[in-house]
């Protein structure tokens, strides 16, 4: 809350399964706001909270923490592998890690409707914003806010660049219709540009 008034500060909570522990991290900063505020403190006007969608509770109550919440940011990293239950760190199961599943497509493009319906900023982070095959589909569900490492930023903005909004919601368009990760898959690889 001190580093606000100095530059844009906003708090990202991860692992948030519902409204309530939401509800009970702002209450948490308003006691903070109050003391600092008692101290004599500067203090922002605004402090935006939001929520890391990466668990499939969070994305069951999407709607519900898009109310409350001033941004989404969707950890493809976790919500891939709790959502697949695969421990994508674990030898024997990680070959089915992918977030080219439908199960994982349809949560993303679940948390970026309900978040566009509310009226609050969705973004992705994770490895599957390193993958030049899925960045076009994120494009294609109305993703635009990307986070990526530094070192994948060039890449990204080229691969994004060879894309018009249109092709990229066809593209999205066909892969929520195709019933396996192997099939969407192959739906990118052959849809790739450059």
């Given amino acids: 809350l001190r580093a606000a008034v100095y530059g844009k500060v906003r708090l990202l909570l991860p692992m948030i399964p519902g409204v309530e522990e939401l509800r009970w991290v702002r209450a948490v900063l308003a006691e903070c706001r109050e003391e600092l505020r008692q101290r004599g403190e500067k203090l922002p006007e605004k402090f935006p909270v939001g929520v890391m969608m990466e668990t499939a509770a969070s994305v069951l109550t999407a709607d519900l923490l898009a109310r409350e919440a001033d941004f989404f940011s969707i950890g493809m990293n976790d919500l891939t592998q709790y959502t697949l239950a695969v421990d994508?760190?674990?030898?024997?199961?990680?070959?089915?890690?992918?977030?080219?599943?439908?199960?994982?497509?349809?949560?993303?493009?679940?948390?970026?409707?309900?978040?566009?319906?509310?009226?609050?900023?969705?973004?992705?982070?994770?490895?599957?914003?390193?993958?030049?095959?899925?960045?076009?589909?994120?494009?294609?569900?109305?993703?635009?806010?990307?986070?990526?490492?530094?070192?994948?930023?060039?890449?990204?903005?080229?691969?994004l660049s060879r894309w018009t909004k249109k092709e990229a919601a066809l593209l999205a368009e066909r892969a929520m219709l195709l019933e396996t990760g192997g099939e969407v898959y192959s739906l990118l690889k052959k849809s790739r540009k450059g």
């Fill in 88 to 159: 994508r760190d674990n030898a024997k199961v990680s070959h089915l890690y992918s977030c080219y599943e439908p199960a994982v497509l349809r949560s993303v493009q679940h948390i970026f409707s309900c978040g566009t319906a509310a009226g609050i900023p969705v973004s992705v982070c994770g490895q599957a914003t390193e993958d030049p095959l899925y960045l076009p589909l994120l494009l294609g569900m109305g993703i635009e806010d990307f986070n990526v490492q530094p070192s994948f930023l060039l890449s990204a903005r080229q691969v």
